[in-house]
């Protein structure tokens, strides 16, 4: 595994998500920057997924259930070759297969419409028991943000994956500390994330997630032998890569200029 | 209506192995059968409705047939959005079976009361309505679901309903079943409303009307075809469900009727009324409560078709 081919992929995948959000003048640009990391890993480093082949009812499911950092799932699976890029240019123009949420199917590799926090971690128990049921060894992973483990849904999943000692199934949650308004651990008592879901009784990990090895060990260790679902609470930073966008919450909805796309391309390295 | 609905479900999932129950944690003893024959195919999802709806989804997305089950109000109203989103924007087949339609569990209380879900569910694209009139329907209902491979609620009643078929019927979606013939009004019964609307039938035949009486089992798709002609040859259409008169049968016909010509006939729409029962009392009392027994039912019907008989009527 080349970790430094995986980092720059992401960069590049960053520059991407920056321009799509200059040119669609479209918001939550913090919240993507924050999970680019993640999927990099998961799509270079950890799932067996054909690109040419995404309907194959045995590969491994992505489930990107923070849906409002949709340019991230789009510009990881366009980079990674699911849809051309002349498509993922279209991103949230009329008429576009590409709206600021997924919709059902909108481009090969899209396993889930999200963008109702709370429904992901639970469609993705289905996708697992299925996989049990019908004797396939598939896994399943469930990208989330911290604002969403406001919702209680998430919480009865939490409970009903591990009476189901359901191996094949991560969770893997986006902490960057900021929700749409505020500290995610102010407006509701996270801390301790970590803890909260080890007591629901899930195998849990906590990393950087920004370090693409401790990701790519982490993921790839899946199912890790607890015979228990895996919560992955990955440390990040809202909006990161960027050095005038990190931990500043305002670009939750702030568009940038173009002005300040170039200085992010020059700090991504991209110029 | 319930036990039927398990004797079906052991019969169907032998029959196709993509079949999967969930229930929210009732239905205790119920399915002890379907437990022992499909151990690996049976989830209790405890009382996590919202859960359980998006996990049924998933399944679904990945080739298998869920059966989510629980009280009516729970698998509806509760977990709406799940429905919304999950199964009815994705489009895949879920199979949601309320039991305790309306006020079948009055006694409980309004939290579980259910006068809301039809008007809700039949909202949504995609979904299919069937409210069954007895338990032969409701067998024939799970059947027509599992051959359609889109999102579709079953709405049951609860135990021991009187039947009103005599085995399986000729059993289509979106086609209503005329279940006795007449020729001065027509009575639409969606669900377990049923046998009181036949008894109120006869209730009007002695008053000297003849009543057509249609189970109008699936309130979406709407049977147009049996609506245009039960439009044009009656005098009086009502609707009669144990829901809402908001949205349900009756709104939906109603919503049919205004998009036509005037129709020869005038709808009567008969149902709970809007507002919550607050009173204590099982399903016989919370029906003469609403006007939902035979005799409030018939009389309704008789005082409305006074007003536009052709020639006088006396009872």
């Not at chain 1, 992505?62 to 279209?90: C, M, N, R, V």
């Not at chain 2, 944690?25 to 409705?49: H, S």
């Amino acid at each position: 595994m080349d970790i430094a081919h995986l980092e720059a992929t992401a960069r590049k995948i960053r520059g991407k998500i920056i321009e799509l959000s200059h040119k669609a003048r479209t918001a939550h640009l913090g919240s993507s920057l924050s999970c680019t990391d993640l999927l990099v890993a998961a799509y270079w480093g950890t799932l067996k997924i054909d690109p040419k082949d995404s309907e194959n009812p045995d590969r491994d499911r992505l489930i990107f259930s923070k849906g409002h950092a949709a340019t991230t799932l789009y510009a990881t699976l366009a980079e990674a070759g699911f849809f051309p890029q002349e498509l993922l240019d279209t991103y949230a123009e009329p008429g576009s297969k590409l709206p600021e949420h997924p919709s059902v199917k909108c481009v090969p590799g899209v396993e889930l419409a999200t963008g109702s926090l709370g429904h992901g971690l639970s469609v993705g128990i289905g996708m697992a028991l299925a996989g049990r049921i019908q004797k396939r060894s598939y896994r399943v992973f469930v990208v989330m943000s911290d604002g969403e483990c406001n919702e209680g849904s998430v919480w009865e999943a939490a409970m009903f994956a591990p009476a189901q000692k359901l191996d094949n199934l991560v969770a893997i949650i986006d902490y960057n500390k900021w929700q749409a308004t505020g500290r995610s651990n102010e407006i509701m008592a996270l801390h301790p994330l970590k803890e909260k879901w080890e007591a629901f009784g899930w195998s849990t990990y906590e990393l950087d997630g920004h370090d693409m090895k401790a990701l790519v060990d982490t993921l790839r260790n899946v199912p890790d032998g607890s015979g228990k679902p895996v919560a992955i609470v990955a440390h990040t930073v809202k909006g990161k890569g960027v050095s005038f966008m990190e931990d500043d919450n305002n670009w939750h909805y702030r568009v940038p200029n173009a002005e300040e796309v170039e200085k992010a391309k020059v700090e991504l390295q991209l110029v | 209506m319930r036990n039927e609905f398990a004797a079906e479900l052991n019969e169907i999932a032998a029959e196709d192995e993509r079949v999967v129950l969930l229930s929210g944690d009732i239905g205790n003893r119920l399915f002890d059968k379907y437990k022992d024959r499909f151990p690996e195919r049976f989830y209790n999802c405890g009382v996590a409705e919202a859960n359980m709806m998006s996990v049924a989804a998933g399944m679904a997305m990945s080739g298998l047939r869920p059966i989510t089950y629980t009280i009516t109000p729970f698998t509806t109203t509760r977990c709406f959005e799940q429905i919304r989103v999950d199964v009815c924007y994705h489009n895949v087949p879920v199979i949601i079976v309320g039991v305790g339609a309306g006020l079948s569990y009055a006694g409980n209380g309004a939290t579980h009361h259910s006068c809301e879900d039809i008007a809700l569910l039949r909202m949504l694209p995609n979904m299919t309505v069937i409210c069954p009139g007895d338990a032969w329907e409701v067998r024939s209902a799970m059947r027509a679901c599992l051959q359609q491979n889109g999102p579709a609620y079953i709405r049951m009643g609860k135990k021991g309903e009187p039947l009103v078929h005599q085995g399986m019927p000729e059993f289509e979606i979106g086609k209503g079943i005329v279940m006795r013939q007449g020729s001065d009004v027509c009575l639409l019964s969606t669900g377990n409303m049923l046998p009181n609307v036949l008894q109120a039938a006869d209730e009007l035949s002695k008053q000297g009307v003849s009543a057509q009486v249609v189970s109008f089992h699936t309130v979406k798709p709407l049977d147009g075809e049996l609506l245009a002609q039960a439009f044009s040859q009656f005098g009086l259409v009502a609707t009669i469900e144990e829901h809402s008169i908001i949205g349900g049968l009756g709104g939906a016909v109603a919503e049919w009727l205004s998009d036509r010509a005037p129709q020869k006939a005038r709808l009567l729409r008969i149902g709970v009324a809007d507002k919550f029962l607050h009173e204590a009392g099982e399903q016989e009392y919370a029906r003469e409560y609403f006007g939902l027994t035979p005799e409030a039912i018939a009389h309704k019907t008789f005082q409305m078709y006074q007003t536009i008989a052709p020639q006088p009527v006396t009872a």
